[in-house]
């Protein structure tokens, strides 16, 4: 049996989720993947997040163990707006999947707490 190193393993995954219509994003670290959620979210969603709305979102989402969070990303979450409205925040279109949008990058560095 062979073996190869992790980091060509990596490339060729990542080359493998291109060729399934997965967009490569360049990011470096944990402020641009922040920064790539955010925008992310405004546009599956059709609207713009202040940053106390975002602060909302990723309280959110950093909850309870990982099937909590699973399931979390497939529910929508009620957002109270900067101007006391109500909005209805959507992680995954569930009902029609295949027109989310799918992303991969590789090794983003984050610092441990």
Not at 29 to 37: M, P, T, V, W
Request: with cysteine; net charge negative.
């Amino acid at each position: 049996m062979s073996t190869q190193p992790e980091q060509i393993l990596e490339d060729k995954l990542v080359r493998q989720l291109g060729t399934l219509g997965y967009n490569f994003v360049a990011i470096r670290d944990e402020q641009e993947l922040l920064r790539n959620l955010k925008a992310q979210l405004e546009r599956h969603n059709n609207l713009h997040l202040m940053e106390p709305e975002f602060l909302q979102v990723l309280n959110h989402l950093d909850k309870g163990n990982v099937f909590d969070r699973a399931k979390i990303l497939r529910d929508k979450m009620s957002l109270r707006l900067d101007n006391g409205e109500t909005a209805y925040l959507e992680f995954f279109n569930t009902e029609h999947w295949c027109r989310n949008e799918y992303q991969v990058t590789q090794q983003v560095t984050a610092e441990a707490v």
